[in-house]
């Protein structure tokens, strides 16, 4: 058993140096994962000067521990939305997401990508009282829509079906992307993180982790979650959830997805290995990852996965991800809601409308400086509530027994009084907890995450421990 995604035995095309001099840019993208590249390759044909930099290695974040799933029918979303928001939104979103996937057909065909792109049935499923309730109204309002959709009324469960769905290998079409982007030569440097970003004469003025600068007219936060708190305030905004996966081989491969509606269940299928993910939970609650990596397993009934590993998205107040202008020439992209790999590929296109100054339809439904509503107010009150939560519990209870010893290099130490070992997150001084399964330390706060050595693998922190 590997505890790495599937996606991660791909083998990278091309090693990007790190930055090793100042540069001066037109426009500078600060993430290497599907949002980053997606965006610079939107923009290679805009005659501007264009760098993206990345922490570490492209595609080894968030775009390479997804399921890799394309579609519409993201559960009960767009009965969330317009509960929050309204049916207007709701189905503004909803469209949103038709264009994304039709964005993503037309880049694979353009640029002939081979990137095990497979057209598939998704379904979305329940069979307790309260989540037929829920699956049903949720029916209702995409037939509203016109959505291309079949609903089965069985006696014991509900079904919405589409056959208008994707499925397939993040890295695969990352990798393409990022080969189109140095072709046109757009610099992309990785290991390469950024630790200030300040403006300075009408310039963003851009740190990096090893004292180069990078100024920049403009600049695209396409990182997992922002290295900032001002002037943005993400932690009220939103909340972080972890999910686990696994991918085993299997004699029965389906042309299918499935979605439940409850629990947060899916499935998928990778040529001969099934996809299954399970499990999702607040990271402020459930500090044993080993723990939930078991009953993983016993959900699935397979306690011997070919790959095993876990991932982490953000989740906003009303369900709408963050895309779009945060202040003059500054531009965000993050907080996609568990469906990363359709507005990764959108934010890429509205991203670049902004940027050049031309109209956008979505502009407004994902701006991330939305007005809030009584709604979304409520919501920002439980943010603060796990945050603090999380913050005092890991500080009580440290001396949890099933992270205090941990072996780095062959040695045996203890992590939470130890010299040898920061245990802190530098960016915000939470207690990290081990997650012995992958290996890492992650923070329960805002799900920085640091390798066995404690370099810092995915953020907001911008140091490594």
Not at 26 to 44: F, M, Q, R, V
Not at 153 to 158: A, E, G
Request: net charge positive; with cysteine.
């Amino acid at each position: 058993m590997k505890n790495k995604s599937i996606w991660l035995e791909t083998k990278k095309p091309k090693t990007n140096a790190s930055l090793n001099q100042n540069i001066d840019v037109d426009i500078l993208i600060i993430g290497g994962g599907l949002t980053g590249i997606s965006t610079a390759y939107e923009l290679k044909d805009s005659n501007q000067k264009i760098c993206l930099v990345e922490r570490n290695t492209i595609g080894q974040g968030t775009t390479g521990n997804t399921t890799g799933k394309l579609t519409f029918l993201q559960a009960i979303k767009y009965s969330k939305i317009q509960k929050i928001r309204n049916q207007k939104i709701s189905k503004k979103y909803y469209e949103s997401q038709i264009e994304a996937l039709k964005i993503a057909e037309n880049i694979i065909q353009k640029e002939n990508i081979d990137c095990d792109f497979i057209k598939t049935t998704t379904y979305v499923y329940a069979d307790a009282k309260k989540e037929i309730k829920k699956l049903t109204k949720e029916a209702k309002l995409l037939t509203k829509f016109k959505a291309d959709i079949k609903i089965n009324n069985n006696q014991n469960f509900k079904t919405i079906s589409t056959e208008n769905s994707f499925v397939f290998h993040p890295l695969k079409y990352l990798y393409a992307l990022e080969e189109i982007c140095l072709k046109s030569n757009i610099a992309i440097y990785e290991n390469t993180p950024i630790i200030s970003l300040k403006k300075i004469n009408n310039k963003y003025l851009c740190q990096t982790s090893n004292n180069y600068q990078i100024k920049a007219n403009k600049v695209v936060i396409a990182c997992h979650y922002p290295f900032f708190l001002f002037p943005f305030f993400m932690p009220l905004k939103s909340h972080i959830k972890q999910s686990y996966i696994m991918a085993s081989k299997t004699k029965e491969y389906k042309n299918i997805s499935l979605i439940t509606t409850k629990k947060t269940i899916s499935y998928r299928y990778q040529k001969q290995y099934k996809i299954f993910l399970a499990n999702s939970h607040n990271i402020a609650n459930k500090l044993n990852k080993k723990e939930q990596f078991l009953k993983l397993m016993q959900l699935n009934n397979n306690y011997n996965p070919d790959y095993l590993w876990s991932n982490k998205d953000i989740y906003t107040n009303d369900h709408i991800p963050f895309i779009g202008l945060i202040k003059p020439n500054l531009y965000l992209a993050t907080a996609y809601n568990a469906w990363g790999m359709t507005n990764a590929i959108l934010a890429g296109q509205i991203l670049k409308d902004l940027i050049l100054e031309k109209e956008n339809k979505y502009k407004e439904l994902f701006n991330p400086l939305r007005n809030p509503n009584l709604k979304t107010i409520l919501k920002s009150t439980l943010n603060i509530t796990l945050n603090a939560k999380s913050f005092i519990q890991n500080k009580i209870f440290l001396q949890k027994s099933w992270y205090k010893y941990v072996k780095i290099n062959h040695k045996t130490i203890k992590v939470n009084n130890s010299k040898q070992v920061n245990n802190r997150c530098p960016h915000m001084n939470c207690s990290l907890i081990y997650n012995e399964v992958e290996q890492t330390f992650e923070c329960p706060c805002h799900a920085s995450t640091f390798d066995k050595n404690g370099k810092c693998i995915k953020g907001p922190s911008k140091y490594d421990i």
